[in-house]
């Protein structure tokens, strides 16, 4: 049983084969129970990310879990009752987590279950009823610029600028305060990054020839680093535009996977989801003005449209509301 006014069931979007969008549907669940280290969550919002599509197709399926299915690896919500070995959350906090397993089900829920560890409470600044699209772009935002690695006053590139972590990617690295080329996809995009803070904005549709001319323009010495949110030929190219030592990194998962080169060292990287992390994430987003950018949010019920318009082009994260 759970406490208070919990149900003992709740609503969830589930499924029980791998498949396309259509695989999804609403059913009823039992709401889970938590351990010692674990809290239960009153979710208001789950973000919809490419990764829940990999797992929708069986690709990028989280250890241990079992069908039927609940997907959801980010979210937010208030926190209903926390495990007695939990103490960096309490019952009535808001929170958002990055649950990077969750054998217990994810967030297409009204309740879900996380261990302490992958939960935060939401940065200053945050809507709450946006905080449920940041916390697994955030970090795998947060993981790529510690690959690069690159010190204040460094020139990068961040190609896919736009996107669910590309927006979150040029906020945090002007908080780490490098000079930021960003590229993004289409005027609404190029508009986005402008007024998140870019250095420079390009349109990544533009001619190349062009897009390329405008970053040696900005940066004559080349960009010391590239992070990349989306592959392709475009990215090919604008690798000539990284100096001597300089690197590219990606997040796992991004297709087609940047090829290594001669002169063009590349470096895969995974988002994390720890205390530490969580806490650097928060400090950052609470340093100034944040944007979580959402681009269209959708009922649980509306599931399957959201997992459709993940196909298509858009700025910013989609989001399911739930509460």
Do not use: C
Request: glycine letters at 14%; proline letters at 7%.
């Amino acid at each position: 049983m759970v406490d208070g006014d919990v149900p003992e069931r709740m609503q969830v979007a589930a499924f029980d084969a791998f498949g396309g969008p259509e695989v999804i549907t609403l059913r009823k669940m039992p709401v889970p129970e938590i351990a010692a280290d674990e809290v239960l969550i009153k979710v208001w919002s789950a973000g919809v990310g490419v990764w829940d599509a990999y797992e929708r197709e069986g690709v990028l399926v989280p250890e241990g879990t079992e069908f039927p299915i609940v997907p959801g690896s980010d979210g937010a919500g208030t926190v209903i009752t926390a495990g007695g070995k939990v103490t960096n959350v309490a019952a009535g906090d808001l929170v958002y987590v990055s649950a990077t397993t969750r054998p217990k089900g994810g967030f297409y829920a009204e309740y879900a279950v996380a261990k302490a560890e992958y939960v935060a409470k939401v940065p200053d600044g945050v809507p709450a009823e946006h905080a449920g699209a940041l916390p697994t772009d955030g970090l795998t935002a947060l993981a790529g610029l510690d690959a690069l690695g690159l010190p204040a006053g460094a020139w990068l590139l961040i190609f896919g600028a736009s996107g669910g972590q590309g927006h979150l990617a040029v906020q945090l690295a002007k908080r780490q305060g490098l000079n930021v080329i960003a590229v993004a996809s289409g005027p609404d995009g190029v508009a986005l990054v402008t007024r998140l803070g870019a250095d420079v904005s390009l349109d990544g549709h533009g001619d190349t020839n062009q897009v390329l001319e405008q970053i040696r323009d900005a940066a004559p010495g080349g960009v010391d680093g590239i992070l990349a949110m989306a592959g392709g030929d475009t990215l090919d190219r604008l690798t000539e535009a990284l100096s001597d030592g300089g690197v590219v990194a990606y997040a796992h998962g991004v297709r087609p996977e940047p090829s290594e080169r001669p002169g063009v060292p590349v470096r895969a990287y995974d988002g994390v989801a720890n205390p530490r992390q969580l806490q650097r994430l928060n400090e950052l987003i609470e340093a100034g003005p944040f944007v979580v950018h959402v681009a269209e949010t959708f009922p649980l019920g509306k599931v399957v449209e959201a997992h459709r318009r993940l196909q298509t082009s858009y700025a910013g994260k989609l989001l399911l509301t739930i509460a």
